[in-house]
């Protein structure tokens, strides 16, 4: 595998109803022409029906001219419904890291970089994963559903469900995932030496193409050509599930510390989080927020992989999936 420039890269964080005209009925009377424009039109009342009485017709209301429909283009909001945090990213990156209790890597010298990273950003003191063990997390992060997967079995094939990748190819925007140790682009497999499936939810689902299921080493050195949303999965020692914590920090300082560095000023936001603490859900994982609105500090506000979610899904106008649709979207972090 091919060693990305020195940073970290994770930053990629319209519907016009046409009314037609009613057509008359059959057999309606004939329209009188409209009168002058100079004289308004006299209303006739209606006249009791019998012999010899003769029932005016009610003229016509005017028909209301629609403007042509423009193309699909990613849809804009009002400013009064834009959410908190300023314009939507250019690029939101998502780092997925392996079972670890927050206290584990928040404030533990065996993880410098990420401290350094939180110090930057903003560090969710109540951040935490939905379930165990690890697959149905990273699917619930990914389509606001465990899908009913309870274990690591693979192969998962999940069909159509509908999925954050699919919502913002369909609005225009575009989702890749990147996995580090994936053999080539589209691999479906269920592992490949330090490569699991379990860790990579997009293989899932049929209504992504083979091409957003890539290698990490694709992963582009000219940040301005990442997709909208970028998923990153680690392999199982970067990740942190079977090596140490030094090791992840490392290996996240030296593929993510430029983009990292990137990112705030351009307009795009790295996400790292974990999928769930050692063993459970019941204590916090580390999430840390970075981003050019996000006031670096501790944030008590709660995130699962849920509110994640719709927080992701609400930046573009995306509509929540699954149960994100009952969380919210974090907002204290930003600075407008």
Known sequence: MRTFPRGVGFAVIGVVTIASGACGAAGAPPIAPPAPPSRPSAVVPAQPRGAGTVVQPTPPRPTAVERP?????????????????????????VVILENKYRSSVIGSGHAPYLNKLADRGASMSRSYGVTHPSQPNYLALFSGSTQGVTSDACPQNLGKADNLGRQLRKSGRTFVGYAESLPRTGFRGCESGRYLRKHNPWVDFDTLPASTNRPLTEFPGDYSKLPTVAFVSPNMCHDMHDCSIRTGDDWMKTHFSRYARWAPRNNSWLIVTFDENEGGSAQSIPTIILGPTVRPGVYAERLDHYSLL???????????????????????????
């Not at 429909?69 to 690029?91: I, Y």
């Open 69 to 93: 429909v423009s193309p699909l283009k990613p849809k804009q909001r009002s400013a009064a419904n834009k959410p908190k945090g300023g314009a939507p990213p250019d690029h939101i990156v």
């Open 310 to 336: 719709r927080t992701i899904e609400d930046r573009y106008g995306l509509p929540a999936l699954g149960r994100a649709r009952a969380e919210s979207p974090v907002t204290k972090i930003f600075s407008r």
